[in-house]
RNA sequence: GGCCCCGUCGUCUAGCGGUUAGGAUCCAUGGUUUUCAUCCAUGUUACAGGAGUUCAAUUCUCCUCGGGGUCACCA
């Protein structure tokens, strides 16, 4: 069983959206169920609402989970898995105060060392114990092997369990047995093993770190990223790409299911570049169908298809696609230093007979205007495109003859 | 500061002991286009530094330097 476990604090960022995407893949490879875990343990950050958002995109990507488990709903296992720690010694209670706590730390850090927890309460005697009404956590007795790790908090002082213990049991509880994430990570990995390992649980539990994505706090969330006009595919595409050996330039998830190799991820830590993901999405943009293609602009016309795939040499996403088609079928803005030879230009072409090709259309109209250079393509463009500059003009005629009659009236 | 990850053209990267160190992009030049753009051709530019291992190091080891992460009763 694999995972992708997610706080539902904030939208879906790309490296979020990364380690779901490479934990799926490798459940499909090894024929494992796939589960989503929402890690919804602090109340005061949630956010209403986010975490059906984070499933439907999911599923806009291809991700398919067989099962969605909101951590809150397990907490009486965390509860009933503490006690056990307790009863058997290999779990205590914390009177410390955060104060006490705070100065502890504040001292370590003068002294230029690693704070660790002193161990103050492990061998309270009962009766002070007893007699303590003061508020007290639950800590994990610090394991011998990593020094690193001191005795933390499982249960905080009001009982609800600390995200390491949630997050060391939950694994446990759904058997997984690889775990993708973020290199962040990889001190906490250390603290969730330790509290399946007080447990006797005795599965070892496989980890593999991806390395982090540089520039991401300036980089577009998923959600601004598909409101742009990126596909989910190229997305998908993107995401595997970078920081990853691939076969060929443009794939789908099905096919990166098929040839992504688990040992070759790079360790280095990768860009995110707002241009790479762009030409991939232009590439597949390339790749579908006409209709297909202006349906994403707001038609079902191949003819409109054909035409877009001309403007895709200037840009990139369906947002600004939409942005060049959609003007040619609306009223002309004509800028008053071409009014006049495009005033002439509109009477010669209702009035021009329909050419097939796009140098006989010029040479009449040329021949027809006695205008030349810039004082014939602008206006000329300026009628058929709405736009002052863009693409090959012999192109978009060819895609545009059969509406002449419909855009210049 | 401790621990961990990482260091190849300006930028993103390929490379996994022997390569003219490859590609993409940017930039420059030329060409195509009655075209700002597109497209084509050509060109400049890189192994962070230092030791070691080896016949041979961009590749392996160590040190230095640099970048990032992490050290909570937050998840």
Not at 167 to 187: A, C, H, K, Q, T
Not at 322 to 349: C, D, M, Q, S, V
Not at 359 to 383: N, T
Request: hydrophobic residues 40%; glycine residues 4%; negative net charge.
């Amino acid at each position: 069983m694999l995972r992708f476990a997610v706080t539902p604090t904030s939208d879906l960022k790309l490296d979020t959206l990364r380690i779901a995407l490479y934990n799926f893949i490798v459940a499909k490879q090894r024929g494992e169920d796939f589960i989503v875990r929402i890690e919804d343990l602090e109340k005061e950050s949630l956010i209403e609402g986010i975490d059906d958002e984070i499933l439907d995109l999911l599923a806009l990507f291809g991700v398919e989970f067989s099962q969605v488990i909101h951590q809150s709903q397990n907490i009486r296992f965390h509860s009933a898995m503490a006690l056990q720690l307790v009863h058997e010694r290999k779990a205590f209670s914390c009177f410390c105060s955060d104060n006490w706590l705070a100065n502890k730390r504040e001292e370590a850090k003068q002294a230029g060392e690693k704070y660790l927890y002193d161990d103050a309460c492990r061998n309270l005697p009962a009766e002070l114990i007893i007699d303590n009404t003061n508020p007290f956590s639950i800590r994990i007795a610090r394991p011998d092997k990593p020094e690193s790790i001191d005795s933390f908090v499982i249960l905080n002082r009001d009982k609800t369990p600390t995200y390491n213990f949630a997050v060391g049991v939950d694994d446990m509880l759904s058997d997984i047995s690889l775990i993708i994430r973020s290199e962040e990570f990889r001190e906490e990995t250390l603290k969730q093993k330790h509290v399946r390992d007080a447990l006797k649980y005795e599965k070892q539990v496989e980890y593999l770190y991806l390395p982090t994505i540089k520039n991401l706090d300036t980089a577009p969330t998923v959600k601004e990223l598909l409101r742009e006009g990126f596909l989910p595919e190229a997305i998908v595409n993107y995401l595997v790409t970078i920081g990853d050996e691939v076969p060929q330039e443009l794939f789908t998830l099905e096919e990166a299911i098929a040839f992504l190799e688990l040992e070759k991820i790079s360790q280095t830590p990768v860009s995110f570049s707002i241009e790479a993901l762009q030409e991939v999405n232009r590439k597949h943009l390339q790749a579908l169908d006409a209709k297909e293609l202006s349906r994403y602009v707001g038609f079902a016309d191949a003819e409109i298809g054909e035409l877009a795939r001309v403007y895709l040499d200037e840009v990139a996403t369906t947002k600004e696609l939409k942005a060049k088609i959609a003007p040619i079928f609306t009223e002309r803005n004509i800028p008053e230093e071409f009014a006049k030879e495009t005033t002439l230009l509109k009477e010669i072409i209702k009035n021009a007979p329909y050419f097939e090709e796009y140098a006989l259309f010029k040479e009449y109209l040329i021949k027809e205007s006695g205008l030349e250079g810039d004082s014939y393509l602008i206006p000329l463009r300026l009628l058929l495109t709405n736009a002052t500059e863009g693409s090959d003009i012999a192109e978009i005629y060819q895609h545009l003859k059969n509406y002449i009659g419909e855009i210049i009236k």
